[in-house]
């Protein structure tokens, strides 16, 4: 049966032609500075995950390799097959490192994850530089079965380690005018080389509505499948919305400040027509280059329909009522 689909969108799709034209200067200077011969089209990068990752990044030795952890699965976690681990950690977005889908395991290694603090301030009771063990020890761990859909039309599905950032927020005590929480990555373009290039606007920067950021759902996470986040994947701590684009989930968070006004993000800063604020997982609202309505699982070969909301509307839908989705996109 022939696919009606159009294929998957290529690297230059994906990234806005402004930013993919910088975005292959910056690949020839990658390539020239870590004598890497770097691609574009990162999504075949599924077929040689597969193999053996290349002996320079990060996951652990095969017997090292965590088992998923048997666990009642919680009201908030989904049973979906999970996808494997080296697939979680070898195949990222985290363009400080680079902009091809195998850099950021390559070229991470170079954060320094400790010692690390977090603010938290802004329009709180109680401002505080976190250390970032402190934090931890702060807040229960739990495990959490998320579905993570990027806006480029791929998902996985990821057992988180996290807290509720309501919990932390709760902490802080928001004052009566804070209705915003704006999150920014460290910078620091000698440990992030991307950084060095002006490919987007550095820090990475996020931002979400306090209700967004009081949800049950919305974590903060420092690891995944029983671990530690390995620095490709936001180490020491990351931001992690499951009804959002992947690019809310900002990583390795130095700063978290409750605002009146509605933060600046990074890709609509970027790209203000591709890319919003709210960046809700809508099959019925198309990135004016590619449909949202599919979406391919890492792993599996037919593409499935994405679901609104990324498959939690029924947990979140009722915070946008009254808005128009596809205006407040
Ligand atoms: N955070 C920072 N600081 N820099 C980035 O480039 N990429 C985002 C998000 N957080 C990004 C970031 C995008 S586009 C996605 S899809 C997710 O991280 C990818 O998370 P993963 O690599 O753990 O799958």
Known sequence: ?????????????????KLYLRRRDFIRNVALFTGTAVGVGGGLYWLGARQAPPSDVLVPDAGEVPQPVAHGVGALDTDEPRTPYDVVTTYNNFYEFGLDKSDPARHAGTLRTRPWTVVVDGEVHEPRTWDIDALLAAFPLEERVYR???????????????FPLARLLERARPTGAARYVAFTTLNDPEQMP??????LDWPYVEGLRLDEAQHPLTL???????????????????????WKY?????????RITLTREQPPTTWNLAAPREYGFYANVNPAVDHPRWSQAHERRLGEFRRRPTLPFNGYAEQVASLYQGMDLSRDF
């Open 1 to 17: 049966m022939a696919d009606p689909l159009p294929p998957e969108p290529p690297a230059s799709e994906v990234t806005p032609e």
């Open 148 to 162: 993570m859909r990027c806006v480029e039309a791929w998902s996985m599905v990821i057992p988180w380690l996290g």
């Open 194 to 199: 991307g950084q060095r290039r002006g490919v």
């Open 220 to 242: 903060l996470a420092s690891g995944l499948y029983g671990k530690q986040l390995p620095p490709q994947n936001g180490a020491p701590l990351r931001l992690v919305v499951p």
């Open 246 to 254: 992947g690019f809310k989930g900002i990583k390795s968070i130095v």
